[in-house]
């Protein structure tokens, strides 16, 4: 069946002219209609669009068009409910932006373009990219297609379970503090949080700008390195991008670990790793040295830090980047006899609970007599933990640890407690304080219920071609990537 | 770090969001609780640490002073709840 | 009891860029609302800044002129307030590491020179503009964005007529530094006005008062001269004053507490995450200040010091820079400075505006100003006969001395022609002649007319009286 293939298989079947485009979109919306009922990853399609851009696409690979220069000429490729599409919908999962379109083309969306993608559908995500689950998204939930009783992850819960079941060649999310490599974990698939700067983050609707990047999620790493490549780069409307070469991420891949170091920080494998995690995490480690790779354990000693800090900076940089949901030039007003009123009435009624805790959060680190005890000094403690990383990685290539310490959990066991939610992401969120690249790709799964496991290794700042290399070979010498959910 | 005289209430009318008594009594009890976790971060010593605001070490990221087309009146508005002869109108604001 | 007043003014003025400072819409006057306008002035979602440079450089230029540290590091960091005209309902300007530190603005007051430090100029976006109708307000972002700078003083002010001076001042030096239009009636510069009062000796400040967006700079003089008395006399009657912010109300001539409902003011600044932080290196600062020019105020003292011309006409100097500029051209290795300053103050200037040309279009050179008095000055053609050599220059070009030449306009001092002429006279007109030798003296005027007529203006005057004189006495 055509939507069984990876992207790349299906990038050789269009080469090819085995397949057309709108056979692939035609596919992608079949499984749709036959699983979505029950992952409930989309929110949204514009199906004539879809293959309208397939149709387009068919029309250009009979012209002569390559895949040598469009890598993604006729692949469907689903995007996470934030990214800004000319006259298309966003709306974060949010009741607040209410039907609003956006009146621009983000520059993620314009690079898939020109690489050839077919952009469809709008995916779901926990309420602005907060939460760990979708739980929090004001559309309701998704589900794991592992078991769907269980969460998918957060907050790009919808691409990892529209990947997992199928519905899509992959999909484009977004990660803050493990927001792509969480449910990529939980739903068995691919997800790779680039370097911050390595894509730009214009027209991607912001959680916290210093923190948030944009990254695929997808069946095997050859297909996150394809995707990555099409989206890295400098971007002139961002100047939180770096103008470092885009190397050719796929045509690295390829070979063993032999002479790579991973580094194993002690601080990550704390009590409370499930068993079975841990398990199938100490056989990934075993695997990599049987490949060649150099074991070395590392300190990171401020990791247990990490989760404080975020939810400082985090929700700081959030409280104000969502002021802008205000009522006033976009979105569903609540009115008021004054724009005081108007603003809370809107903002009260339009965010969720997770969204107003994070924004009062964020809003109180940063207000009069307590910004130095807890804003300042959580930035402080960045500067700490991205020190961490750079002695580390002085004697090693790359970092091996868990994504997260447990298998997916159930729908609404974390739900009255979010500090326990916010631990969870304890293992990710370094990464994304530092600003570096990470992966999690399937290591295992679970016996009873069978739910997947995943194994994350960070990389060097700019050191995704590396990164991809490791998880590659890691992935050529096991099974887990090729296990589906049974739908 | 005391965080045992977090006013909700004041908070929340900063961040421009009306919450119901009960909220307010939840989130309240919550964020008391991440606060008191994030106290943590006091066990650091961070003297002479630099606060990092940026992920990568990047300065002077500038674009030249070049004018660029603008979007039409009817794009820029086109997502307002309310609007008339061109402005975007908002109840009456007292200065 | 003696009372001072104590002021300091912040005051913003529209940076004189293309674009605006965050993204590429033009940075325009008097658009029709909401046209010059794109998603990133709008604050719509997923939009980034991206600074323009040329605002930056414009910033750094008006901290070396108003004698500013420009540190090698500064940043932008967001200001947090919800109002209907911010986009973003954050403001991105400077907070703890503006991009200008410590400087100061020299003026002149009174008799002499007064200086007020000023404490920083940091750049920022402008806001949009609301419209208030009857039941509701309508707000125009086309003004969201603009770069706007912001000029902050020390209390250093002590009256409301040197607050005018200062302001004026200011305005001089950034329009010169072409930093800014400073057009008041477009509305590129405001000004909030800090006041307090103190016993005279006191060192304590007192209560601040604090008046928001003025736009007119005779505004803040009138509305500062109400606001002293107001606290003096608060004082004076036991009262006390308290912090707040205060409204001018121009028609009535008084200010009036904003009795706007109380929210807290809590701006909760930090870092700008979307932007980089700015570290001006010399080759970037040396291209900047490549392009200084010379304040006002120097300006004025240097030609009345090199040139010894008057005050007044250097401030006609200081005022139109291009003709200044010629003059100090003309005036080059000339030995009547004043009398160049007249003729191009009072000749060339005003043949200027009435042909609506500039310095730029002229036919001829400024030597020739030169030319032109040194042959007045010598005595080879009259004044009169100057106005004609000017118009002629202006018309067509060419050097003095060959109209003078062309026109036949040089002066008679030779003795032989104008003893003759002069003789003449007294012959045939023997009342005023007698009534000369009579001692009236004003008699001999009538005979220099006649001569003077007789030689159809090109006998030099001068010489004419004195010969007239020898041959009456005879």
């Known amino acids: ?487 | 770090m005391a965080n045992n005289d977090f006013d909700i209430h004041y908070v929340a009318n900063l961040a421009r969001i009306a919450l119901s008594p009960e909220q307010e009594a939840r989130l309240a009890a919550q964020l008391g609780d991440i606060l008191g976790y994030v106290k943590k971060l006091e066990e650091l010593d961070v003297t002479g640490v630099e606060p990092m605001a940026h992920a990568v070490p990047l300065a002077n990221v500038l674009r030249t002073d070049e004018v660029q087309p603008s979007i039409p009146q009817e794009a820029a508005l086109a997502n307002a709840p309310k609007q008339a002869n061109g402005l975007f109108v908002v109840p009456k604001i007292v200065e | 009891m003696q009372y001072e007043a104590v002021i300091g003014l912040e005051t913003h003025c529209q940076l004189k860029t293309k674009s605006k400072m965050f993204c590429g819409c033009a940075n325009e006057f008097g658009a029709v609302p909401n046209t010059n306008v794109c998603p990133v002035c709008l604050g719509m979602p997923g939009v980034l800044p991206v600074p323009n440079e040329r605002a930056l450089q414009l910033t750094a230029l008006t901290g070396y002129l108003l004698n500013c540290e420009v540190p090698g590091f500064a940043k932008f960091d967001r200001k947090n307030y919800f109002y209907p005209d911010v986009s973003k309902d954050y403001q991105i300007t400077q907070y703890d590491f503006p991009s200008t530190t410590t400087g100061h603005v020299d003026f002149e007051f009174g008799d002499g020179i007064e200086r007020v430090r000023v404490t920083r100029a940091h750049i920022e976006e402008d806001v949009g503009k609301n419209n208030h109708f009857a039941q509701h307000s309508g707000v125009d972002f086309n003004r969201a964005g603009v770069p706007l700078l912001e000029i902050v003083s020390e209390p250093d002010l002590r009256s409301a007529d040197m607050a005018y001076e200062y302001l004026n001042a200011l305005k001089d030096i950034l329009i010169y530094g072409g930093i800014s239009d400073c057009d008041m009636e477009k509305g590129m510069v405001r000004c909030d006005v800090n006041i307090s009062v103190r016993p005279k000796g006191e060192e304590k400040l007192g209560v601040k008062v604090e008046i928001k967006n003025m736009n007119t700079f005779s505004g803040v003089r009138r509305a500062i001269n109400y606001e002293v008395p107001r606290q003096i006399e608060t004082l004076e009657s036991g009262g006390t004053l308290v912090q707040e912010t205060r409204r001018w109300d121009d028609v009535a001539g008084i200010t009036e507490s904003m009795r706007t409902k109380e929210h807290a003011h809590d701006y909760r600044y930090f870092p700008e995450p979307d932007i980089m932080p700015l570290k001006p290196d010399e080759t970037w600062l040396a291209e900047v200040f490549s392009h200084i020019v010379e304040l006002p105020l120097a300006r004025k003292q240097r030609f009345v010091s090199d040139y010894g011309i008057p005050a007044q006409d250097a401030d006609v100097f200081v005022g139109n820079v291009p003709l200044g500029d010629f003059f100090e051209q003309a005036v080059e290795g000339a030995k009547n400075a004043k009398a160049i300053a007249n003729w191009v103050i009072n000749n060339l200037q005003a043949c200027l505006i009435e042909t609506g040309t500039t310095v730029d279009e002229l036919k001829f050179e400024p030597a020739a100003i030169r030319e032109l008095v040194a042959i007045i000055d010598a005595g080879t053609i009259s004044s009169k006969g100057g106005q004609e050599v000017f118009a002629a220059l202006f018309e067509n070009g060419g050097s003095p001395a060959a109209i003078v030449e062309a026109r036949g306009l040089a002066q008679v001092s030779d003795s032989g022609e104008l003893d003759k002429w002069c003789q003449d006279a007294i012959d045939s007109n023997p009342d005023p002649a007698d009534d000369y030798r009579n001692g009236k003296e004003n008699a001999i005027n009538f005979l220099k007319g006649q001569v003077m007529k007789a030689s159809r203006g090109k006998a030099n005057p001068q010489v004419v009286g004195e010969t007239l004189a020898k041959l009456l006495k005879g």
């Not at chain 1, 995500?125 to 769907?148: H, V």
């Not at chain 1, 379970?161 to 691919?190: H, K, M, N």
């Not at chain 1, 403690?381 to 002085?394: C, G, H, P, Y």
């Not at chain 1, 916010?422 to 990470?438: H, M, P, R, V």
Request: hydrophobic share 40%.
């Open chain 1, 1 to 487: 069946m055509l939507h069984e293939l990876t992207l790349t298989g299906l990038t050789a079947k269009l080469a090819a002219k085995e397949v057309s485009s709108r056979e692939a979109m035609q596919a992608c919306l079949e499984r749709i209609d036959a699983v979505d009922g029950q992952v409930n990853a989309f929110m949204s399609i514009d199906r004539d669009d879809a293959l309208g851009q397939a149709d387009a696409v068919d029309a250009a690979l009979a012209k002569g068009a390559t895949h040598a220069g469009q890598p993604l000429l006729g692949v469907p490729v689903s995007l996470k409910d934030l990214f800004c599409v000319k006259g298309q919908p966003v709306n974060c999962s949010s009741k607040i932006l209410g039907d609003f379109r956006s009146p621009y083309d983000g520059t993620v969306v314009r690079k898939l373009r020109d690489a050839g993608a077919v952009l469809f559908g709008r995916i779901n995500m926990d309420e602005f990219a907060m939460g760990s689950s979708t739980e929090n998204s004001a559309f309701g939930r998704s589900n794991n297609p592992w078991d769907l009783e269980r969460v998918p992850g957060g907050s790009s819960g919808g691409c990892a379970a529209a990947v997992a079941a199928q519905e899509c060649f992959g999909s484009i999310g977004t990660d803050t503090g493990g927001s792509i490599r969480q449910p990529a974990a939980l739903c068995g698939c691919v997800g790779l949080k680039p370097t911050y700067g390595r894509v730009s983050r214009y027209g991607v609707v912001a959680f916290a700008s210093s923190l948030d990047q944009v990254g695929p999620l997808t069946r095997d790493v050859r297909d996150s390195a394809t995707l990555l490549g099409a989206m890295a780069g400098h971007d002139p409307h961002d100047s939180t991008s770096v103008p470092t070469e885009v190397p050719d991420y796929v045509s690295e891949l390829g070979g063993d670990l032999k002479g790579i170091k991973l580094g194993l920080p002690g601080e990550f494998l704390i009590d409370g790793i499930d068993p079975e995690v841990r398990a199938a995490f100490d056989a990934a480690v075993k695997q990599c040295e049987e490949l060649g790779a150099e074991i070395q354990e590392v300190s990171m000693p401020h990791t247990e830090y990490g989760v404080a800090t975020y939810y400082i900076v985090a929700t700081a940089e959030a409280s104000a980047n969502l002021a802008r949901f205000d009522g006033i030039r976009y979105g569903d007003r609540v009115d008021g006899d004054d724009p005081f009123s108007l603003y809370c009435n809107t903002r009260g009624q339009g965010f969720g609970e997770e969204v107003k805790r994070r924004i009062i959060l964020g809003t109180y680190v940063l207000s009069s007599g307590y910004y130095d005890a807890y804003y300042l000094r959580a930035q402080k403690v960045r500067t700490l933990i991205k020190r961490d990383f750079e002695q580390a990685f002085e004697t090693v290539d790359a970092l091996i640890t868990p994504t997260v310490p447990a298998a997916a959990f159930k729908a609404g066991e974390k739900m009255d407690d979010p500090l326990q939610m916010y631990l969870s992401d304890i293992f990710t969120i370094s990464c994304n304080l530092a600003g570096t690249c990470g992966i999690s790709l399937p290591c295992g799964f679970t016996s009873d219920p069978k739910l997947p496991i995943g194994l994350q290794l960070i990389g060097k700042p700019f050191g995704e071609s590396q990164l991809l290399k490791i998880a590659d070979a890691y992935e050529q010498a096991t099974p887990w990537h090729t296990e589906r959910a049974a739908l």
